[in-house]
DNA sequence: GAGCGATGTGAGAGGCTCATACATTGAATG
DNA sequence: CATTCAATGTATGAGCCTCTCACATCGCTC
């Protein structure tokens, strides 16, 4: 009783769930999603080896936790990216570059939320990704004039581009993904709007 | 002496680097690069758990030249299908339908090359990506007119869209891999397409 | 204030990676 | 031929990991 600090003393954790979820992508974050174990996690909160599995079913449903709370901070990174933009073409455009930054900024979180092969195949994690891409829907729809399969395929293109430019970055392709990582954006972004600008050609003479 | 069949009744195998690298393509396309083990490796090819390390460094090593042959394959794939198209533009375009039809069809293969976060980046992998790449350039240059950095930009968008495409394919986006392969990847092409329409203008008046 | 359900501990089974010492073999050499 | 040697495979084991199960401890409810 009376945690003094950040409550450890006692036997029971407090709030061990949000703990793991924390560092685990503090661990993600500097070892990679394979590097990371839940031993590790375990450690780092100060916990025995079994401690977690209380809380997640297994190593990958802990990931996924983590990826949920990743995709909240992309979705804000974004929210806020756009919120003075004004004209649609622009909005889906600063999307491509928010990805991006989102994956230089959390690294081994975008890793987590967007490799393939990483087991977070869990349906909350699914269908936040789903609800981010559909954050975009009215603006696509503006820019390719009401045409609902038009929309869709813009937007699966931009949703592509932007996770390819996310995965160059992070491969080294361009060099340090730190130090690059504002250039690339600024680059995603301009093809985005190459794609933008292409697909209402595209669908106008379609 | 005349191994009779495959050659495994004998003390030494014969060529286990290069069965090694046979099954390990098969199990990561079973159970994925996270599933694989080098000891199922190991098992498979009828050989004590140690001994691919006589051939292989550590498991990564054994991935990576798993992930050597995938890109000769792509690499072959793309060729196939470029041999009879004239167009650079269409050269251009080709190429995300083929990396979206070499992802549907290696699978565990496309994820160890490409997936972020799969410890990959051998030396040798790195370059015959680069090289991939390095096959479009003179068609990049014909279709932005000899610009340098334009080119290059081109083929980074092309590359960042296939690899998106590809991404979103195997995730699952589009629903089964196998069935919707081939139809996403006539849309990523279709998208290629628009992207260097795109493109061109942007360059021309920039 | 007694009991109960939730949460953490400790020990351990089974699997994996990788190192090290030893066995076997094909090929080169005298 | 017989021998030797480097290459290749085996056996063993240390150390780590995941996940399970019986047991300990705590906060809350009645």
Redesign the interface.
């Known amino acids: 009783m009376a945690p003094s600090c950040k409550g450890r003393a006692t036997y029971h954790h407090g709030d061990l769930a949000a703990a793991l979820v924390r560092v685990t992508l503090e661990i993600v974050d500097e070892v990679?999603?394979?590097g990371f174990s839940v031993a590790e996690a375990a450690r780092r909160t100060r916990v025995s080896p079994g401690a977690p599995y209380r809380h997640f079913a297994d190593r990958d449903a802990l990931l996924a936790a983590a990826a949920l709370e990743v995709s909240r901070r992309l979705r804000a990174l974004y929210l806020e990216a756009v919120a003075t933009v004004e004209s649609p073409q622009e909005r889906l455009a600063t999307m491509a570059g928010s990805v991006v930054r989102a994956a230089a900024r959390f690294r081994?979180g975008?890793?987590l939320l967007?490799?393939?092969?990483?087991?977070t195949?869990h349906p909350d994690v699914v269908t936040a990704?789903r609800e981010f891409v559909d954050l975009l829907l009215p603006s696509a729809f503006e820019v390719v004039s009401e045409e609902h399969g038009a929309a869709v395929?813009l937007l699966?293109?931009l949703?592509?581009?932007?996770?390819?430019?996310a995965?160059?970055l992070?491969?080294?392709?361009f060099g340090d993904p730190d130090e690059v990582a504002e250039d690339v954006a600024a680059?995603?972004t301009?093809?985005a709007?190459?794609?933008?600008?292409?697909?209402s050609?595209?669908s106008a003479d379609d």
Chains 1, 2 share one sequence.
């Open positions: 990679g999603v394979r081994g975008y890793e967007y490799a393939p092969g990483v087991r195949a990704k395929a699966e293109a949703q592509a581009l932007a996770r390819g430019y995965t160059l992070l491969d080294g392709v680059r995603a301009r093809s709007r190459a794609l933008v600008a292409g697909s050609v595209t």
